[in-house]
């Protein structure tokens, strides 16, 4: 079992034929438990951890990793449980709710852009601009609170946001901003289990929404819209990942690997020491041996 197949099975890139039926909401790959998985994932924490380590130390790449998901899919669970083992100084969780007055005054892309990671950072966007392709095309009254001018709001709208995207995440590609996507695939029935499972535990309760039933009514639109999005946006330089989400386990594994590889690409090394720096430390290291004395 070679592990980054895990990495390539569910990458999609540049795929303009790419169906959503493809992928088995339910597909756990050879993996026949989940105590294996288990293993990898906690060892994937820990790689994460010491190549961000890295990352930060080198402070020139960054890294953009996008969520998006049907609700109860798992994004914060996968967030929490993959990013468990990162220095909370090297990265930076955002969520995207319903605009506010604000940000509807602005173009599309203007509150995201604002969170972008600095260089040396992990940057998480938990819901993201593609929710401009997703929930605002199953809910086109949603695109007219956005006060765009009548002439612009053509039928080539969605083909023109795809392609803006697209013109981001290249520009940010090329500036050294690694850009990696998720869409965890879960199935209508395993929603609904975990729906009702919110239902039950109070705990859970707070994290229920009439809305997830409102939206949960129209996941036909929704695979359309997803499908649709990620033929349009899935690239060599930004690739979709679509993940199985039945089973929560497999969906953590599955993320972790693709970060990882992700950081394993860009051979990151600590910084070099110059010269003189060198000799500054070996006379800080002799000044504070004297102290001690
Ligand atoms: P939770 O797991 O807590 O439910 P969540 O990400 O679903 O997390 P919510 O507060 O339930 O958070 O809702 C976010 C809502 O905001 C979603 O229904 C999403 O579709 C909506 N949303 C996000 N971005 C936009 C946008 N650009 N335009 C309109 N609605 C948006
Ligand atoms: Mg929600």
Redesign the pocket.
């Given at each position: 079992m070679k592990r980054t197949e895990l990495v390539t099975r569910y990458r999609i890139a540049e795929n303009k034929r790419f169906r959503l039926t493809d992928v088995d909401p339910a597909d756990t790959w050879k993996l026949k438990s989940k105590e294996q998985a288990q293993k990898w994932l906690e060892q994937g924490v820990a790689r994460l951890s010491e190549l961000q380590d890295k990352l930060y130390a080198q402070n020139q790449w960054a890294v953009l990793l996008i969520f998006q998901a049907m609700?109860?899919a798992g994004?914060?669970g996968t967030i929490k449980h993959v990013m468990s083992g990162v220095n909370p100084q090297g990265c930076e969780v955002y969520?995207?709710?319903?605009?506010s007055a604000e940000?509807l005054n602005h173009d599309?892309l203007w509150r995201t852009t604002k969170c972008l990671p600095e260089r040396g950072r992990i940057g998480i966007f938990?819901?993201?601009?593609y929710?401009?392709t997703?929930?605002?095309r199953v809910?086109p009254e949603?695109l007219d609170r956005q006060k765009l001018p009548p002439a612009l709001v053509t039928k080539d709208l969605w083909r023109e946001r795809f392609e803006d995207i697209n013109a981001l995440e290249r520009y940010l590609t090329r500036n050294g901003v690694i850009v990696r996507k998720f869409f965890l695939h879960f199935s209508k029935q395993e929603q609904q289990r975990r729906l009702l499972k919110r239902l039950e535990q109070p705990e859970k309760h707070w994290?229920f929404?009439l809305?997830?039933l409102r939206?949960r009514q129209k996941w036909g639109d929704y695979m359309q819209a997803y499908e649709n999005m990620i033929r349009h946006t899935a690239t060599d330089y930004a690739p979709w990942h679509v993940v199985p989400a039945d089973h929560k386990w497999f969906t953590r594994l599955v993320v972790s690997e693709v970060v990882v590889h992700a950081l394993e690409s860009l051979q990151l090394n600590y910084p070099k020491v110059s010269p003189a720096k060198r000799k500054e430390l070996a006379a800080a290291r002799t000044a504070l041996a004297i102290n001690k004395a």
């Amino acid at each position: 079992m070679k592990r980054t197949e895990l990495v390539t099975r569910y990458r999609i890139a540049e795929n303009k034929r790419f169906r959503l039926t493809d992928v088995d909401p339910a597909d756990t790959w050879k993996l026949k438990s989940k105590e294996q998985a288990q293993k990898w994932l906690e060892q994937g924490v820990a790689r994460l951890s010491e190549l961000q380590d890295k990352l930060y130390a080198q402070n020139q790449w960054a890294v953009l990793l996008i969520f998006q998901a049907m609700d109860a899919a798992g994004k914060d669970g996968t967030i929490k449980h993959v990013m468990s083992g990162v220095n909370p100084q090297g990265c930076e969780v955002y969520s995207f709710k319903s605009p506010s007055a604000e940000e509807l005054n602005h173009d599309f892309l203007w509150r995201t852009t604002k969170c972008l990671p600095e260089r040396g950072r992990i940057g998480i966007f938990n819901r993201s601009y593609y929710e401009e392709t997703l929930v605002v095309r199953v809910h086109p009254e949603l695109l007219d609170r956005q006060k765009l001018p009548p002439a612009l709001v053509t039928k080539d709208l969605w083909r023109e946001r795809f392609e803006d995207i697209n013109a981001l995440e290249r520009y940010l590609t090329r500036n050294g901003v690694i850009v990696r996507k998720f869409f965890l695939h879960f199935s209508k029935q395993e929603q609904q289990r975990r729906l009702l499972k919110r239902l039950e535990q109070p705990e859970k309760h707070w994290k229920f929404s009439l809305d997830d039933l409102r939206e949960r009514q129209k996941w036909g639109d929704y695979m359309q819209a997803y499908e649709n999005m990620i033929r349009h946006t899935a690239t060599d330089y930004a690739p979709w990942h679509v993940v199985p989400a039945d089973h929560k386990w497999f969906t953590r594994l599955v993320v972790s690997e693709v970060v990882v590889h992700a950081l394993e690409s860009l051979q990151l090394n600590y910084p070099k020491v110059s010269p003189a720096k060198r000799k500054e430390l070996a006379a800080a290291r002799t000044a504070l041996a004297i102290n001690k004395a």
